[in-house]
């Protein structure tokens, strides 16, 4: 199958709606296929592991390329030259940052606007947004700069705005923004980096200042503190962002999404937490024991790994370094692996290294 049938085929699979087991396998197959004959690197580990296109028969057989692998190769059916959109992660101590090349962003941006059209929107076809990260100007090579952006123009009224500028938070911008909504009793959106939402907190906090937002008003965070200066317990933070906004914890809404990936994952407020985070029908996850492979018993936590259709360029099977646990409705996300877990990542890395570098 070309490059271009399979764009087209993924366009209609993610507008479709549903599907059931054996629809999912049948595109997953088609993205396996795409990957083994273009992405040298993955059809080199395929074949050791003896997974190739006669033997994966089902997208639980897909294997799955470690996170960590998109900071050591190129991982791209096709040559990098050839993929004009190149999303970067941000980095690690080492200074080393994992790529994604994307010869064509239809297929991320279907993925992304008819899922957060589901997830976040609701009701609404458009509201007033406030943006708390940089513009995709100023990060060419950030999805999650692309992905807000895409809120923005697909979802945000005209008023929608940055509130994030060159000269750093604004914050008589978003008091501005956030007293408007408030008199008028126009709906508003909150959308941003988690340690930006508080940064703002901690800013209106110093100026005295809280809301009582509109209904229908709500609140989209992603990323959490990782890296980050200062950090916060989930509960915590829920609890602030509902008493600072006056928006509910049900529409306290976390994304749960990374560069390595082409869909997000949501939950459905956080009235409590951990919340459970699920995604679209063109993405299933499994949780693993990194150290053999296996999936874990329902309830057992392990380390998620992601098959997400509409990454099709470069890997579709992602092993995280995320521990989680598999729920009623999807799975609960409960930070970075550790102790064995973590130590099974890394020899996962290192075993695909060996593999996709053997001549």
């Not at 076809?125 to 999650?144: K, V, Y």
């Not at 919340?275 to 693993?288: D, M, Q, T």
């Amino acid at each position: 199958m070309t490059e271009a049938r399979l764009v087209e085929e993924l366009l209609a699979f993610i507008a479709a709606g549903e599907a059931d087991e054996e629809a999912f396998n049948r595109m997953a197959l088609a993205v396996f296929a795409h990957q083994f004959e273009t992405n040298v690197p993955y059809r080199r580990f395929a074949t050791q592991r003896a997974r190739t296109l006669r033997t994966v028969k089902s997208w639980r057989d897909v294997p799955a390329v470690p996170i960590s692998a998109f900071k050591d190769l190129t991982l791209s059916g096709r040559p990098p030259e050839e993929c004009p959109h190149v999303f970067m992660t941000s980095g690690t101590t080492k200074g080393v940052r994992g790529k994604s090349h994307h010869p064509t962003l239809a297929v991320y941006d279907r993925s992304m606007t008819v899922n957060f059209r589901r997830r976040f929107m609701g009701e609404w076809d458009r509201l007033r947004m406030g943006i708390l990260f940089p513009t995709e100007q100023a990060m060419p090579n950030s999805s999650l700069a692309h992905y807000l952006a895409l809120a923005k123009s697909e979802f945000g009224t005209a008023e929608s705005r940055y509130l994030i500028t060159d000269a750093g938070l604004d914050v008589d911008g978003a008091i501005d923004a956030l007293s408007r909504a408030e008199a008028t009793g126009e709906p508003y959106a909150l959308l941003g980096a988690s340690f930006s939402v508080v940064h703002l907190m901690d800013a209106l906090a110093e100026r005295g200042r809280s809301f009582a937002l509109p209904a229908g008003s709500r609140i989209l965070d992603t990323g959490g503190f990782k890296g980050q200066s200062r950090e916060m317990a989930a509960e915590e933070f829920y609890g602030r962002l509902s008493a600072t906004f006056g928006v509910p914890r049900r529409l306290c809404i976390n994304m749960y999404g990374m560069t390595e990936l082409s869909t997000q994952f949501y939950d459905d407020g956080n009235e409590s937490c951990p919340s459970v985070k699920s995604g679209p029908h063109w993405i299933r996850s499994r949780v693993i024991n990194p150290l053999t492979g296996q999936e874990v018993p329902r309830g057992s936590v392990g380390v998620l790994v992601h098959h997400d259709l509409a990454h099709f360029n470069c890997a579709s099977a992602i092993l995280t370094e995320d521990a989680g646990v598999e729920v009623d409705g999807g799975f609960q996300l409960l930070g970075r692996a550790d102790g064995a877990d973590a130590k099974g990542c890394s020899m996962a890395v290192e075993d695909f290294l060996k593999a996709a570098r053997a001549q």
